[in-house]
């Protein structure tokens, strides 16, 4: 079977091609050495065995086929993995992010959305991805840091910047060397702004992953700026990108639109049937350990292995009716994959969930004459590793 993962229909609607392979080729060869699993009980399967691994540095070393710890923007994503990928030091990143008590953070997120939405409000037509769904979470983030958004830097221009560097493609010099120099910029602006905190801390998160520490152990300071900046990288596009899917899925199917706003209480059950649905992180990868065999194909160790988590989300196996968008579906005894599973679980599920909860809460609130142009026609971005619309042109 060959398929085109770039194809612009696969993109857009890519469910009829997961059904075929998760019935004929569940795991599927994307290129020597390099697999693509569909399966719901697969993709548990291996997100919780200790077959598979997340060694991201050597994967982006033998992409480029030399030592990327030389190259700024990559040696914060190496500082990044140690940290992610030692269960210790995971921990104090976990503590440090759960510090704050969610109830806090649902009024602080509610404060970053009232201050955007008024910005733009009066105007009665906009992209919502641009005046919204992307300020929201790097808003709601700074708040969470205690720093200014406009500050010095454009947030959200950097980590665009730095992002391109986790992207299945590999840059060219000219990209290397933009996405260095957003690195190198966002490293000193929170050196210096750690060094103040180590000062004088406060509540905030980066006061404390200074402080957190169990068994005696710390996060270095590289680690908690590579943590800082790449905990923005991992929460803004994921969360903007997922609130225009919802969005998008609410209008193109109007009877759950209607429905939810006749009964809010639906809110936490539109934003998981929205994520199981159309996902904004579809895909993620991990690197055999060791040699296995999977549904009669025999994997070797330092193989690649994707798991199409969006996939997943559609098998029938687990989903009544799986390409139904259905707020209230029957509840089921799996969870959705969007967040993974496991030793990697998402570290701001629940910080995402709750941003796209009080995102729709004030957009149906404020804009109660919301409507999407062309909501048939939306474009994607041309990845299939993102699930990205390319602009959500909204009037109220
Ligand atoms: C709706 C929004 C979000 C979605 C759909 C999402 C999805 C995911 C997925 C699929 C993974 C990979 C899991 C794996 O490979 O096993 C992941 C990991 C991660 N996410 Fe999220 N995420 C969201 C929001 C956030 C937010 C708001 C933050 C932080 C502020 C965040 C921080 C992280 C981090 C740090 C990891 C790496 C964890 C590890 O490898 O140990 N995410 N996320």
Redesign the pocket.
Known sequence: MKIDFQAPEFIANPYPVYAQLREQSPVYLLEPKVWLVTRYHDAEYL?KSPLLD?DIPSAFNQRYGRNMNDEPVYRMHNDFWAS?NSPSR?KL?VKA?NAGKMSDLRVLAQESAKQLVDKWITRKQADLMQVFACPF?VQV?CNLLNIELEQSLDFLAEIKLIARSGEPKLLDATELETSNAAALRLDSFFRKICRERRKQPGDDLISQLLTAEEDGECLSEDEIISNLI??FM??YG??AN?LCNILRLLFLYPDQRELLLAKPELLTCAVEEG?RFS???PI?F?VAVESFELQGVQIASGDTIYLA?DSANHDPEIFVEPDRFWIDRPPTVKKLL????????????K???L??EVALETLFRRLPNLTIDNVEQLTWEPTWVFKSLESLPARW
Do not use: D, E, N
């Open positions: 997100l997340k992610m995971r990143v992010l979470p983030i790449i905990l991992a929460g994921t969360t997922a994520l996902t904004s992180a993620t991990f988590l969007s967040f993974g599973q496991g030793s990697h679980y998402c570290l701001g599920a910080l995402g969930v941003m796209l």
